[in-house]
C-alpha cells in the first residue's frame, strides 16, 4: 500500500469516527481597572494609569494649600503631594484609617498620589457587554468620568485620573 492511500484511509477513519478539531471560542477581552469609593459613587480606574497603591504614611501638611492638598508623603524615599480626591471634588474629606490608601498616578510631569477612603479592589469588566450610562454623574466629578460599566448590579464611573492631572484646578494647589 503507498503512502498516499494510507493518509486517505487514516483521514477516511477518523472523519466517520466523528473525532473533529474542537471549536475557536473567541474569548472577550476583559478591562481591568481600580475600584474605589468617592462619597457614594464607585469609581474605577485604568491600571496604566496608576502607578502603585501603598497604605497611607505620614503626611507633612504645607502651609498655604488648598484643603483638598493633604501635604508631602515620603514613599520609598520619593517626595509625593497627596491630594485629598474626596475632598477636591466636593465631599467630606477622607478620615485616615487603617483602610485610607495612596493610589500613586502614573504620570511623568506630577510626583503625587490621591488620597482615597479605601479600595475595592481590581474589577473585570467586559467592555462590550458592561457598559451602562452615566445619568447620576455629580456634577464636580463629571469632567472626569468617561463612562459607565454595570457588573452584578453595581455601577462603576470609570474616572480618568489623565483628566484629573491635566485639570489646571488639580493643579493650582496654592491657596
Known amino acids: 500500500m503507498n503512502p498516499v492511500t494510507l493518509l486517505s484511509q487514516i483521514e477516511q477513519t477518523i472523519r466517520d469516527a466523528g473525532v473533529s478539531l474542537p471549536e475557536e471560542k473567541v474569548i472577550a477581552e476583559q478591562w481591568v481597572g481600580l475600584g474605589f469609593k468617592v462619597g457614594d459613587a464607585q ?61 500613586v498616578i502614573n504620570d511623568d510631569s506630577l510626583q ?14 467586559d467592555p462590550l457587554q458592561d457598559r451602562c450610562a452615566t445619568d447620576n454623574v455629580q456634577e464636580r466629578m463629571a469632567p472626569y468620568v468617561i463612562g459607565g460599566l454595570c457588573k452584578d448590579q453595581e455601577q462603576w464611573l470609570v474616572f480618568d485620573v489623565n483628566k484629573l492631572v491635566e485639570d489646571r484646578t488639580f493643579r493650582k494647589v496654592a491657596a
Open 112 to 125: 503625587g498620589c490621591l488620597l482615597v477612603n479605601r479600595l475595592q479592589g481590581l474589577r473585570h469588566f
Open 43 to 103: 469609581l474605577v480606574t485604568a491600571m496604566g494609569q496608576i502607578r502603585e497603591v501603598v497604605p497611607c504614611v505620614p503626611l507633612t501638611a504645607v502651609s498655604r494649600t488648598r484643603s483638598w492638598m493633604r501635604g508631602i508623603a515620603n514613599v520609598r524615599g520619593t517626595l509625593l503631594t497627596v491630594v485629598d480626591l474626596q475632598a477636591f471634588l466636593g465631599f467630606e474629606p477622607v478620615s485616615i484609617d487603617q483602610y485610607s490608601r495612596l493610589i
